[in-house]
């Protein structure tokens, strides 16, 4: 029996976030196709790419175990938030240690902490993460605009939350070349149809 193709390994990830969440599968597509194009900007090994794709689905896992209700819930602020889904990043981080990916777990441990990580990839994967959920649709608020997100991230630079490098060339690099980013936006809206709750789910 031959071993599965590194794609088809993302593919199962990607279903397994499916299941939980449509919103969930998008933001980790969408972060995955941005840390391939970014991460060819930035001339990043083979290896570096294979690691940054695993990091953007595999920080979705842990919501595998996470009550619908919580992932639906609107926080009080960020401390809330974090403490609320404490077992999201925990479960992600168990994951990948148990996976035997190390590089993946390290990334997993630094992004979502509000100070510049020690590994390389972490730093740059948090920026990108950053970038990517501000303006994904989330059970408790809703997408921000392109500027909104811009301002984020310059904020989390004055505040050494993020590496100030990394987000200015990411958002020099941003401002020449924004179209690769976009999803087109029939793709888009119909992201959006299918997160939005039916009667039913009402």
Not at 24 to 46: F, I, M, P, T, V
Not at 106 to 120: D, G, S, T, W
Not at 125 to 148: D, I
Request: proline content about 4%.
């Amino acid at each position: 029996m031959s071993h599965p193709s590194f794609s088809s390994y993302l593919k199962t990830l990607s279903s397994l976030l499916k299941h939980k969440g449509v919103w969930l599968q998008q933001e980790s597509q969408d972060l995955a196709r941005l840390c391939q194009l970014y991460g060819k900007q930035l001339n990043l090994s083979h290896t570096e790419h294979k690691v940054l794709l695993l990091a953007a689905y595999c920080k979705n896992l842990g919501a595998l175990y996470i009550s619908d209700y919580l992932l639906e819930h609107e926080f009080r602020d960020h401390r809330h938030m974090m403490t609320s889904l404490s077992p999201w990043f925990v479960e992600s981080v168990r994951i990948a240690k148990e996976s035997d990916l190390p590089e993946v777990a390290a990334i997993l441990e630094q992004y979502p902490l509000r100070k510049v990580p020690h590994n390389k990839l972490a730093r740059i994967f948090q920026v990108l993460n950053t970038w990517v959920a501000c303006q994904q649709e989330r059970g408790w608020r809703h997408p921000m605009s392109e500027r909104e997100a811009r301002v984020i991230l310059e904020q989390r630079a004055r505040l050494k939350w993020s590496d100030p490098l990394i987000v200015r060339h990411f958002v020099h690099f941003f401002d020449q070349s924004g179209e690769q980013f976009r999803r087109p936006l029939k793709a888009v809206a119909a992201s959006q149809a299918r997160a939005a709750p039916t009667d039913r789910d009402r």
